[in-house]
């Protein structure tokens, strides 16, 4: 943003602005709206210009195009070093010769007039704009004026929808290379004939079904595109251009392949046909083609190939088809691409000599083809996710292989002798492997990286038989194994190490001495082990930069602060009860993890140092739940670096949402970029919650998340995208005798895993090229999809945030998937892509099933991926649920949202308001029993305010005489029967004063009055609830007033005549939150019996504080002169009461509850 003004500088009329200027390619750009990047851009061609020094302004320079309508632009800039470097580069590209303009992505509609001022350009880049070929206005420059330019050699028009063939360009005599793809074209004019110079014709992404004959007269065209087009069969014309070879027909409608037609183009070398629909190839009179070298028929739908008709084949891709069996002519088979597949069968014939590169990984073979070991060329050999039980011995005498990977397979053994081999790197992870060879290590010299993870190996073989070692093994992964202390002692024989993975084993201890001979270690991780400590021999390491060890018994923290490199240190889920630290942190620690440590307790000093530490995690002390009630939900969750040390994954987890009976996690990942996920964590809870306001319906309010955030990542979504999944956990305060219901919506790569009956259950899906409906829409948009799977060669899911560059092809559109949780749910999972590349869902949930901490599940799986060969960010939420029977309700009886972490804890009074005599409800609790109502009055307060009675859970709406739940009937645990002849009995403690409370009187001398307590200044009051029928009980509903003749008992009640309506509250609970703890309905507040504005604390029995030693003169005694009287109100009372309840019953039906309640004294 600059100081800008355009024209002469000396004219009062032209004013500086503060405006965005580029200088992009050869033409300065000027924005014409102030602060905005959008809009009309000024274009100001610089080639043949002047860049000129204004001496006047400080920092000034004057950019003038050139031409006979030239015009200037004057920019002030802040600094001389701003100054300088635009006066260099602007001064560079003004004395260059007009011959290239780029004005790529520049939201042209027409073409600029001084884009006409020289006519000697040879290169002109206008792709991505929205160029007309007949812009409507009359003075604009159409796209007919392209003529004009007569030594024009490259034009580049795609991306910008023209819709139709420009033919101004075929009067370009010396066009050499012209690209109109992604125009939506529907057709070829027969004039392009006429463009006998053309050499490259690319017309990929348009809706073209065949080409005009006259392309046989541009003799030197050598390069025709015609990928992701609606061609059914090759066009013939393309037989008589003699100079091409390679046919680019990828992303078309072919089903078959014709053979005979490719026998007729002998210049075709190379063949595209990939992302097609061919299930058959066609041969009838066909002995061989001699001329094809290369063949790409991924991602098709062949079910068996029979390739040996190309007997000259050097490549051959056939991955992500359905084939069974495959044969291969290998007389000069250089490299053989057949993964994703069905294979149980594989022919290659002859021996392919000269094969390099095989990957048959992700097949259904059970042995591996003799004819592997006898390639003598053989590099690089995947055969991984297959069933292979056994690898010949021959395979590890290849003196040219080099790279092994056999993992995911069914191996019980590797050969037992092995003689010299040159493998480099060897992974045979996730096998049943009990031992490895015994001469191995001694054997393999050149073997540089072994990963032996997931399988059962107990020990290791040794890597020398004296003290002089030939190792220069440097990775080692022995991840999820049984090794125990006996193996420690033989990783001094690999000095060179400098990777180790020795993660859930069974390690009880590390010897200093060891780990003293490891110099070279950097990374280490002993996570999942009964480790009590690291040893201080560690020092020893001097590069070491990462310390992974949680997970174990580490009660003394480790002496890992006083290595110089050390850059992160993870000591979760240990029993550390101190820190110590060196006056100075290491000056490249990035991340401590100290979290699971519940005995650690930090001074505020410490505390003070770690925090400068850009990650530092600690357990945040919380308060706890007095009740102890079991939680609904709980989680833990890990993120992990990838590659650079770059972290380009978020998680997002509330256990709180919203009204405190929901829940939201989430895990966001950018791939390679920080920004987007850092933006979808800050930002994509706050849109859920308002997207709830507006709608209740799951699939709704997921979809508008998702929108809206695309629009809230602003420039930044623009040319960056991130992966993402939600899981929501609500319950609908609609219908309180339902259940929780979980809501997954995800794009990307992201996925979640909900774990029910040990089983896995996905509820998330990744739209990515393999699925044939978002394959079918890529095409119907016409892009273009690059060999490596990827659209335009950006990204290889199809539904992401952000890219908003490739819309409509990548849309952020997420699969949305809601299930009711039962109590056969035990936890979900949500991960990266990272975590889901390198663990199967089947895999992960039996890793983290026995796992009682989320925290450490989450650990496990990102240690897990990480030693399985993930080198991505990886992020991991586990949520750990507890859906027990009494935590919902499966019965028809109208009840209350289950308990879930968030809703008030039992210490918290809801007021209970009052309410029919002949509907009466029980308050349910998360235990299935009747909780305690309890509450207190200040003995300071000397009026007629009584405690309201309370429960920890909302009551349940009172049953009627309509009501289903009779006696007898089958129940949920939070609605049981309850007969008329039985009842619950709660305490109701309330602080009572009045003017004869210092009467004087001893209470011994006294009757106590049936049902009331004393206890010092509290008087507990026995209550008798009741569950049965309005015509089977009759209760006394008494409260209370102080006056000055005594104690008045008198109803605090509505005024007669008006409704009682039932009142829902939005948050969950009965109403708003009171500052002594209790919650009121929001409109009734005028009708509460206050209490006390300080109310003490609650205790862990669950009473009220009350005094140590009870005080008489504080005990609340009724006279037996009074006596009589109060039991004539009450009785009075008790008939008001009755009387106006049958007046509201007459007035409104029973199935019309009050949901608030006073108790009855």
Known sequence: MYNVRKGKIHLPVNRWTRRQAILCGTCLIVSSVKESQTGKMHVLPLIGGKVEEVKKHQHCLAFSSSGPQSQTYYICFDNFTEYLRWLRQASKVASQRISSVDLSCCSLEHLPANLFYSQDLTHLNLKQNFLRLNPSPSTSRALSELQRFTKLKSLNLSNNNLGDFPLAVCSIPTLTELNVS????????????????????LLDGNFLQSLPDELEHMHQLSYVSLSFNEFTDIPGVLEKLTAMDKLCMS?????????????????????????????????????????????????????????????????????????????????????????????????????????????????HLENLPEWVCDSRKLEVLDVGHNQIRELPARLFYNSSLRKLLAGHNMLGRLPDRLERTQVEVLDVQHNQLLELPSNLLL??????????????????????????????????????????????????????????????????SFPASKMAKLEELEEIDISGNKLKAIPTTIMNCRRMHTVIAHSNCIEVFPEVMQLSEIKCVDLSCNELSEVTLPENLPPKLQELDLTGNPRLALDHKTLELLNNIRCFKIDQPSAGDASGAPAVWSHGYTEASGVKNKLCVAALSANNFCDNREALYGVFDGDRNVEVPYLLQCTMSDILAEELQKTKNEEEYMINTF???????????????????????????????????????????????????????????????????????????????????KVNGVTDSTRILGYTFLHPSVVPRPHVQSITLTPQDEFFILGSKGLWDSLSMEEAVEAVRNVPDALAAAKKLCTLAQ??????????????????????????????????????????NVVIKDRPTDALGMPSSSSGMASEISSEISTSEMSSEVGSTASDEPPQVAMNENSPAYPGEQRCMLHPVCLSNSFQRQLSSATFSSAFSDNGLDSDDEEPIEGVFTNGSRVEVEVDIHCSRAKEKQLLQVPVEASDEGIVISANEDEPGLPRKAECSATGTIGRRRGNGSVAPHERSHNLIEVATDAPLRKTGGYFAAPAQPDPDDQFIIPPELEEEVKEIMKQHQEQQQQQQQQQQRQYPMDHLADYYDTPL
Do not use: W
Request: proline share 5%; charged share 20%.
């Open 182 to 201: 992604c125009n939506a074209l529907r057709s070829i004019p027969a004039v392009v004939g006429e463009m006998h110079n053309l050499q490259t014709f």
């Open 251 to 363: 992303g078309n409608c072919m089903d078959t392949l014709n053979l005979q037609v490719l026998k007729r183009m002998p210049h075709i070398k190379h063949v595209d046909l990939r992302l097609n629909s061919i299930r058959r190839l066609e041969a009838d009179e066909v002995d061989f083609l001699h001329h094809v070298t290369q063949l790409d028929l991924r991602d098709n739908r062949l079910g068996e190939l029979d390739a040996t008709v190309f007997n000259n084949v050097e490549v051959l891709h056939c991955e992500r088809n359905q084939l069974v069996t495959l044969k291969i002519s290998g007389y000069f088979l250089k490299a053989l691409y057949a993964s994703s597949n069905e294979l149980v069968h594989l022919d290659v014939y002859p021996v392919p000599n000269c094969l390099a590169y095989m990957d048959i990984s992700r097949n």
């Open 443 to 508: 054997k393999a010299d050149s073997l540089r990286f072994l990963n032996a993870s997931a399988n059962k190996l107990e020990m290791l073989p040794p890597a020398t038989l004296s003290e002089e070692t030939h190792s220069i093994l440097q990775e080692l992964y022995l991840t999820n194994n049984n090794l125990t202390d006996k193996c420690v002692p033989l990783l001094t024989g690999h000095p060179h190490l400098k990777i180790l993975h020795m993660a859930y084993n069974r390690l009880q």
């Open 707 to 789: 929108i809206v955030m695309q629009r809230k990542l602003g420039t930044a979504g623009q040319k960056l995208g991130g992966s993402a999944v939600l899981c929501h956990i609500k319950h609908d305060p609609m219908d309180p005798g339902g259940c929780f219901t979980l809501t997954s919506a995800n794009v990307g790569k992201c996925q979640t895993v909900l774990c029910r009956n040990g089983k896995p259950l996905p509820l998330s899906r990744c739209y990515v090229m393999s699925c044939e409906e978002e394959l079918k829409r890529i095409k119907q948009h016409k892009a273009i999809i690059t060999e490596d799977g």
């Open 867 to 908: 030693s399985y060969g993930c080198n991505d960010s990886i992020s991991a939420v586990v949520v750990q649920l507890n859906v027990t029977e009494d935590s919902f309700c499966c019965c028809e009886l109208n009840g209350v949202p289950p308990p879930s972490p968030g809703i008030f804890p039992q210490s918290v």
